[in-house]
């Protein structure tokens, strides 16, 4: 379910000539698959290699995040997920996305940062 990051036929030339296909897909131009960052006891995180020998940490289960608040950074740990501006049925299965409002020990806290991404919940107290 990955994503082709290509040129896309809808956009109109200028010239009003037909769009033909340049070339055939390229693997190097999709994208990763989503994430799914999920909430449980134990952190799991997965190194995957990119381009250019670089490496990213993909977090698949979160069980702290590092809040901002007003004495500074707190670990605090999950609870749920309350709700998710991107999809609804998101916050039912526990999902963590950037946006999405979180129950903690410390109140409810809102995601800052892409979790599927960055390997860590990055958040600020609501």
Same mark, same amino acid.
């Given at each position: ?16 000539g037909r769009i033909r ?12 698959? #989503? ?28 069980? #702290? ?16 997920? !309350? ?23 410390i109140g409810k806290i809102?995601? !800052? ?8 919940v990055n958040a600020r107290?609501?």
């Open positions: 379910m990955e994503k082709y990051h290509g040129k896309g036929k809808t956009k109109i030339s200028g010239t009003g296909k340049a070339a055939d897909k390229k693997l190097h131009l999709a994208g990763s698959p #989503f994430g799914a960052t999920k909430i449980g006891e134990k952190e799991v995180r997965i190194v995957s290699r990119h381009r250019g020998n670089t490496h990213k940490i993909r977090l698949k289960v979160a069980a #702290f995040a590092n809040v901002l608040t007003k004495d500074g950074m707190k670990k605090v740990r999950i609870k749920n997920v !309350t709700e998710t501006p991107d999809n609804r049925h998101y916050a039912r299965q526990n999902l963590i996305t950037k946006g999405a409002v979180i129950d903690s020990e809102k995601v !800052t940062n892409r979790v599927g991404q960055d390997g860590v107290l609501l």
